[in-house]
Structures are given as structure tokens and as C-alpha cells.
């Protein structure tokens, strides 16, 4: 038997968030055997962990559709359970997983924050082309940040519009999907600044199953990614991201950039539990 724990990541309460299962040690299966309990869970990411040690751990993450190698809300959310089982000890721990080593820590107000495995900006997309795929007009679109891909060991294009414009979206989940697969993406991250450090995002994935995440930590460090490399953000700052609120489950994300280097980018979050049950994986 295989312990699962399903935890809401990006919320000090149970159902809000972005929910995640955790199975705990699972017996060695093919890929397939555990895409289709990832298909079964039906949440936007399940992840299976493999302890190491009293701070390391292997992962696998995958979306109802496929494995990802890396993203932020099973990142948390494991190294949460993991504490709370007690196969953690220590304010910190290194999750591997197939884009590498991810730190993560527990700081004294119990948020968990992760350290991506890679900061890439990628390439400038055609405006024209993600508006049409949005249903938007490019003058919503930010002139100064144009839609730009970044990986943080999984890759997102970031969207920048005016304020008020993000709540209003109803995209072409078609065209969303081809954009994505045609630059090799997982999600889109479309989001404007609400208020003096404070953002409003959504984020699209149907190439991942996912047509819309209500709490995405590899998006947010894509976006400081962006900031930080595309912005010219160099002072040390914080964010707090409000994500998903048009899909019922309201999350707060938190993004610090240039604190312990220069580029330097942390996602942290809150994590409640839901439910912990003993699961045969082989039924």
C-alpha cells in the first residue's frame, strides 16, 4: 500500500489553492501506470516521491496528459508532506527531478518556497498572433513587455496587459493550445499589476490537459524570469500573485526576485491538508 495525501498549494485553508495529490514512496512502475493514476486523480498535477535522505527526494509530476519535468505547486506541496511525515527534518531539503535539483524551504511562517532548476528567457512570440489566440486586441497587451516564452524547467509564454483586462478573458482554448505546442510550452501566463507589488494572473495549459490551473509556481518564476531579464527589475522585490479566482478555487502566490542574488528568483505559498488515505497502485 502506497500513502497518498491530497494538500491544497497556494492556500492557508483547505479547498482553495491549486489541489495535489502525493503518493509517498510508491512502488516502481512503468511511466504509463503512473500517467494513468495522475489521469484517475484528474487534478491539475499528481506527483509521486521517492525519500533519499533527511533533505533530498526524487519526483515525478504529471498532469492528466502527460509527465512534466518540473512545476511549482507539487513542489511545495511534497516537500510539505514529506515534513509533515517526518521524512524531512531541517528548515530545508533538494527535490530532483528530470530538469534537476529544485531547493526548497520552510521559513517561520510556514510558507514553503522553491528555487526553480533553470532561469531561460526564451523567444518574443508574434502579438498578433497570441491576441488572436486570447480573443483580445494587442492594445490590451503592455507595448513596453511584449509575450515572451521563459523556463524555469518547464516553459511558459508570459503576457503582460493593461489593468482590468485579465478577469474579462475568454480564450480560444484551440488556438491556445496550438500556440503552445508550435513554441514547445506548457502554459500561458497572462496577468497585470493590480496594485503596488501586487499582480492578477491566469494561466492556460490544455497542451497539459490543464485548460485553466488555479495556482501556477513554474509560471510565477517565469515571470520573474522575465522581470529580471527582460524587465530590468534589480532591486530586490516581492510579489503577491492572485490566481484563480474565475475558476472557484482563489490562490495566493507569493515572488521574490534579487533577494539572496542578483537574478535570483523564489515562489512560496502556503499548504493545507485535505485527506490522507492507503492506496494499492497495482489494483
Known amino acids: 500500500m502506497t500513502r497518498l495525501m491530497q494538500v491544497d498549494v497556494f492556500s492557508g485553508r483547505p479547498?482553495?489553492?491549486?489541489?495535489?495529490?502525493?503518493?509517498?514512496d510508491p512502488p516502481e512502475l512503468p511511466a504509463s501506470a503512473y500517467q494513468a493514476w495522475a489521469r484517475e486523480m484528474n487534478l491539475s498535477e499528481t506527483i509521486f516521491v521517492w525519500p533519499e535522505s533527511a533533505?533530498?527526494?526524487?519526483?515525478?509530476?504529471?498532469?492528466?496528459?502527460?509527465?512534466?519535468?518540473?512545476?511549482?505547486?507539487?513542489?511545495?506541496?511534497?516537500?510539505?508532506?514529506?515534513?509533515?511525515?517526518?521524512?524531512?527534518?531541517?528548515?530545508?531539503?533538494?527535490?530532483?527531478?528530470?530538469?534537476?535539483?529544485a531547493r526548497v524551504h520552510f521559513d517561520q511562517t510556514g510558507t514553503v518556497w522553491f528555487e526553480p532548476p533553470a532561469r531561460e528567457?526564451?523567444?518574443?512570440?508574434?502579438a498578433a498572433a497570441v491576441g488572436a489566440a486570447l480573443g483580445i486586441p494587442t492594445?490590451?497587451?503592455?507595448?513596453?513587455l511584449p509575450p515572451q516564452a521563459a523556463s524555469v524547467g518547464v516553459g511558459h509564454l508570459t503576457v503582460?496587459?493593461?489593468?482590468?483586462?485579465?478577469?474579462?478573458?475568454?480564450?480560444?482554448?484551440?488556438?491556445?493550445?496550438?500556440?503552445?505546442?508550435?513554441?514547445?510550452?506548457?502554459?500561458?501566463?497572462?496577468?497585470?499589476?493590480?496594485?503596488?507589488?501586487?499582480?492578477?494572473?491566469?494561466?492556460?495549459?490544455?497542451?497539459?490537459?490543464?485548460?485553466?490551473d488555479p495556482a501556477t509556481g513554474s509560471a510565477a518564476a517565469?515571470?520573474?524570469v522575465v522581470l529580471t531579464q527582460a524587465a530590468g527589475v534589480t532591486e530586490p522585490t516581492r510579489y503577491t500573485i492572485s490566481q484563480g479566482a474565475e475558476v472557484g478555487r482563489p490562490s495566493e502566490l507569493l515572488l521574490a526576485v534579487n533577494h539572496t542574488a542578483a537574478r535570483s528568483i523564489a515562489v512560496g505559498g502556503r499548504v493545507a491538508p485535505v485527506?490522507?488515505?492507503?492506496?494499492?497502485?497495482?489494483p
Open 55 to 101: 533533505d533530498q527526494y526524487l519526483a515525478r509530476i504529471f498532469t492528466p496528459a502527460q509527465e512534466l519535468g518540473f512545476a511549482g505547486h507539487p513542489t511545495l506541496g511534497a516537500a510539505w508532506v514529506l515534513r509533515e511525515l517526518g521524512a524531512l527534518s531541517g528548515p530545508a531539503a533538494t527535490q530532483i527531478t528530470a530538469a534537476g535539483p
Open 160 to 212: 503582460q496587459l493593461e489593468p482590468g483586462h485579465v478577469a474579462n478573458l475568454a480564450p480560444n482554448v484551440g488556438r491556445v493550445k496550438e500556440l503552445l505546442e508550435h513554441h514547445g510550452l506548457t502554459g500561458m501566463l497572462v496577468w497585470s499589476f493590480s496594485g503596488a507589488g501586487r499582480v492578477h494572473a491566469r494561466v492556460f495549459a490544455p497542451a497539459a490537459g490543464v485548460p485553466e
Open 222 to 224: 517565469a515571470l520573474g
Open 139 to 144: 492594445l490590451w497587451m503592455v507595448p513596453g
Open 15 to 24: 479547498l482553495g489553492g491549486n489541489p495535489l495529490a502525493v503518493f509517498v
Open 275 to 282: 485527506f490522507s488515505a492507503e492506496v494499492d497502485l497495482n
Open 121 to 126: 528567457l526564451g523567444d518574443l512570440l508574434d
